[in-house]
Nanobody, 118 residues
Framework: VQLVESGGGLVQPGRSLRLSCAAS????????MNWYRQVSGKERQPVAS????????YYIDSVKGRFTISRDNAKNTVYLQMNSLKPDDTAAYYC????????????WGQGTQVTVSS
């Protein structure tokens, strides 16, 4: 199982970024996918998730209306479109999948840093 995030960077407040997470090693279309974020020194927290077929998504309150999670099952990729970025969005962003192989386990990407600053 491999999850590889990309798309982070330094951006000014109010601008946009799109994160991508390329997945391999499992049946991507069969699982809910998640984005988390972590500020240095704090716990990692969920940001958004999307069900296997992409019909249902979930967002934490602080990103509702600004972030959109989507997926392309043909490309084994999940996205996080982040608009109207704020300094409080600054964090390392991680892709996560809870997958059944020998049992249920959580798999994480290496993370991509998003810094929102003027």
């Amino acid at each position: 199982v491999q999850l590889v995030e990309s798309g982070g960077g330094l951006v000014q407040p109010g601008r946009s970024l799109r994160l991508s997470c390329a997945a391999s090693g499992f049946t991507f279309s069969g699982y809910t996918m998640n984005w988390y974020r972590q500020v240095s020194g704090k716990e990692r927290q969920p940001v958004a998730s999307i069900t296997s077929a992409g019909r249902t998504s979930y967002y934490i309150d602080s990103v509702k209306g600004r972030f959109t999670i989507s997926r392309d099952n043909a490309k084994n990729t999940v996205y996080l479109q982040m608009n109207s970025l704020k300094p409080d969005d600054t964090a390392a962003y991680y892709c996560k999948a809870r997958i059944y192989l020998a049992g249920w386990d959580d798999y994480w990407g290496q993370g991509t840093q998003v810094t929102v600053s003027s």
